[in-house]
């Protein structure tokens, strides 16, 4: 006697259909992206202060010169620890509208910097009209 069996196939993953879609996908992806082309670069070299030739002086000020330790100089006079609003004050009493610069140290700590613009305001001085110059390690 033979029972009848039931034949198994084996799973089979259509492979034809899965070539399609990745062939639309393929194209779809090539289609939408930009090719894009390498564009030139400009050089451009600024000029500095120094590359400028200029005989005429445009305005002279005085400067508060602070070093890296917190130091501060007012026109090579060296100023104490906490009296830089009273030197401030009587500077611009003995030299009325003479405009001051401040010259400070990279390295320099931005407490001690914002120390220094309190006692311009309260000497009255403008933040706006005192000009800040940077030192960098290299300059002199």
Do not use: C, H
């Amino acid at each position: 006697m033979e029972f009848y069996r039931v034949q198994r196939s084996r799973a089979q993953v259509p492979i034809v259909p899965m070539i399609d879609i990745i062939f639309i996908l393929l194209v779809y992806l090539i289609a939408t992206t930009d090719q894009k082309k390498p564009r030139e670069v400009l050089q451009i070299e600024l000029p500095t202060v120094r590359e400028i030739p200029s005989d005429t002086v445009t305005d002279s000020r005085s400067a508060i010169a602070v070093d890296a330790n917190g130091n501060i100089t007012l026109d090579a006079v060296v100023v104490p620890e906490g009296l830089l609003g009273a030197y401030l004050a009587a500077f611009q009493k003995q030299n009325p509208g003479r405009k001051l610069e401040l010259e400070a140290d990279r390295r320099l700590p931005l407490e001690r910097l914002l120390e220094i613009w309190d006692a311009l305001g309260k000497a009255g001085i403008s933040i706006n009209e005192v000009p800040a110059r940077i030192k960098v390690s290299g300059d002199k």
